[in-house]
C-alpha cells in the first residue's frame, strides 16, 4: 500500500555533506514517524534518525549534531541532511515510516548508497 522513493546518495569526501530525501506514496495516516535507517557491510543495522507525525525527533548518538531530520507532512516527505561525514557513515542508508492506522506497520524504500571516502 505504501511505496517508498529514495534519492540523494553518493560519494563524498570526509567532511562533506548530503541530504537524503524520501517521498512516500499511499496513505500513511495522522499518527506515524518516518525516518532512517542505515546498514553497513559486517555491522547491525542502525536506526539514524526518526521523526513523528507529531514533530518529536530522536537521533543516534554517531548522528547527533551532525545529522539533521525534517519532514514535509502535506507531501509524506522526509529528508536528512547530513554534515561533517566521516568514513565510518558509509553505509546503505533507508528511508522508513511506521504507521499506526488501521495497523502497525513498518514499510522502507529500497536503499541509497553513501559512501565517504577520500
Known amino acids: 500500500q505504501v511505496q517508498l522513493v529514495e534519492s540523494g546518495g553518493g560519494l563524498v569526501q570526509p567532511g562533506g555533506f548530503l541530504r537524503l530525501s524520501c517521498a512516500a506514496s499511499?496513505?500513511?495516516?495522522?499518527?506515524?514517524?518516518m525516518g532512517w535507517y542505515r546498514q553497513a557491510p559486517g555491522k547491525q543495522r542502525e536506526v539514524v534518525a526518526g521523526?513523528?507525525?507529531?514533530?518529536?525527533?530522536n537521533y543516534a548518538e554517531s548522528a547527533k549534531g551532525r545529522f539533521t531530520i525534517s519532514r514535509d507532512n502535506a507531501k509524506n516527505s522526509v529528508y536528512l541532511m547530513m554534515n561533517s561525514l566521516k568514513p565510518e557513515d558509509t553505509a546503505v542508508y533507508y528511508c522508513?515510516?511506521?504507521?499506526?492506522?488501521?495497523?502497525?506497520?513498518?514499510?522502507w524504500g529500497q536503499g541509497t548508497q553513501v559512501t565517504v571516502s577520500s
Open positions: 522508513y515510516t511506521l504507521t499506526t492506522l488501521p495497523n502497525i506497520r513498518e514499510y
Open positions: 499511499g496513505s500513511i495516516g495522522s499518527n506515524n514517524v
Open positions: 521523526m513523528t507525525s507529531g514533530g518529536g525527533t
